[in-house]
C-alpha cells in the first residue's frame, strides 16, 4: 500500500463545487496504466473528498491498486477542473 499523502486545505470555490448536487467525473488508472473515467457522486468530510461506491467496484479495485487520481466537475454552467491529478487513499 503507498503511503498516505499530506492533507490538503480545499479552496473555498472547490468545496461548493463539490458540495453542490453537481456531476463528477473520477478518473482511475487500470493496472496497465490506461485511464478509465466514471460518473460518481462525492461528498465532503472536513478535508476529504468521499466518492461513493461499493468495496467490489472497479473504481475501488483500481483506488487500490494505483492511488493516482483525477476528478473534474460538470456544473449546469460550465465545466470545472479544480483538481487535475490527486492521490486516493483510505480505500477500503
Not at 467525473?25 to 462525492?42: F, I
Not at 465532503?44 to 466537475?73: I, P
Amino acid at each position: 500500500m503507498q503511503p498516505k499523502p499530506e492533507a490538503i486545505t480545499i479552496p473555498t470555490n472547490v468545496r461548493a463545487l463539490l458540495d453542490a448536487p453537481n456531476d463528477v467525473h473520477l478518473t482511475t488508472l487500470r493496472r496497465d496504466g490506461r485511464p478509465r473515467s466514471w460518473v460518481v457522486w462525492v461528498g465532503l468530510e472536513g478535508e476529504r473528498v468521499l466518492v461513493c461506491s461499493t468495496d467490489h467496484s472497479w473504481k475501488s479495485g483500481d483506488m487500490r491498486n494505483d492511488a493516482r487520481v483525477s476528478l473534474s466537475v460538470v456544473t449546469l454552467r460550465f465545466v470545472h477542473h479544480p483538481a487535475t491529478t490527486s492521490t486516493a487513499f483510505d480505500v477500503a
